[in-house]
Nanobody
Framework: QVQLVESGGGLVKPGGSLRLSCAAS????????MGWYRQAPGKQRELVAS???????NYEDSVKGRFTISRDNAKNTVHLQMNSLKPEDTAVYYC???????????????WGQGTQVTVSS
């Protein structure tokens, strides 16, 4: 069974920084695309950033130049460095990973439990 656990959320002032981390564990044969999503009160869940196994990245327009996604394939981890945070970044952030749990198993999307990020003065 695959598990994703996020950490690093918290309360910061506008202009501050946070680093989110997500570790995958359990039955893992291969990890493909990993990403971070967020859901703010009254809004739909949206993709913040994604990264392929080979390192290609994609960012939501509002976070370009401020956030950086990275991964360590040897450690099965993905990170999101968030700089110059704004109040509108406030949301629950979720880690997502497309994982094949075994050589004869179907590729599935797995989600973490979420971590709260609050940006307020």
């Amino acid at each position: 069974q695959v598990q994703l656990v996020e950490s690093g959320g918290g309360l910061v002032k506008p202009g501050g920084s946070l680093r989110l981390s997500c570790a995958a564990s359990g039955s893992i044969f291969s990890i493909y695309t990993m990403g971070w999503y967020r859901q703010a009160p009254g809004k739909q869940r949206e993709l913040v950033a994604s990264i392929t196994r080979g390192g290609s990245t994609n960012y939501e327009d509002s976070v370009k130049g401020r956030f950086t996604i990275s991964r360590d394939n040897a450690k099965n981890t993905v990170h999101l460095q968030m700089n110059s945070l704004k109040p509108e970044d406030t949301a629950v952030y979720y880690c997502m990973s497309n994982i094949q749990p075994g050589p004869s198993k179907t590729l599935n999307s797995y989600w973490g439990q979420g971590t709260q990020v609050t940006v307020s003065s």
